[in-house]
């Protein structure tokens, strides 16, 4: 189960860290996406921590790369999405996901409820 909040409103240029909290998975072995769905638009990758198969994989959309870092703190089980500079453009309601290897080519995806971010110009 995933717990996602943090979201809120900011002014551009200011700062949010978002937070995914997990229970009852292990996040050191699995992979943790954030997603964003703009009103109108698809959803939409920003950011990503693969550890299926050990491979500590981050990885950024153009968007996001600058700005947004997401970190892992194991002790409390939870998944976190710094955003700094943000932009109007960032407005969205943002997701985490959480993807688990179950074996062979099959895995499980567990979606954590939206959390809204809306920056302001």
């Known amino acids: 189960q995933l717990q996602a909040s943090g979201g809120g409103l900011v002014q551009a240029g200011g700062s949010l860290r978002l937070s995914c909290a997990a229970s009852?998975?292990?996040?050191?072995?699995?992979?943790i996406d954030w997603y964003r769905q703009a009103p109108g638009k698809a959803r939409e990758l920003v950011a990503s921590l693969n550890n299926i198969g050990n491979i500590g994989r981050i990885t950024y959309a153009d968007s996001a790369k600058g700005r947004f870092t997401i970190s892992r703190d194991d002790a409390k089980d939870t998944v976190y999405l710094q955003m700094n500079s943000l932009k109007p453009e960032d407005t969205a309601v943002y997701y985490c996901?959480?993807?688990?290897?179950?074996?062979?080519?099959?895995?499980?995806?567990?979606w954590g409820q939206g959390t809204q971010v809306t920056v302001s110009s």
């Open positions: 996901k959480e993807t688990e290897w179950i074996g062979g080519q099959n895995f499980k995806d567990y």
């Open positions: 009852g998975s292990n996040l050191t072995i699995n992979r």
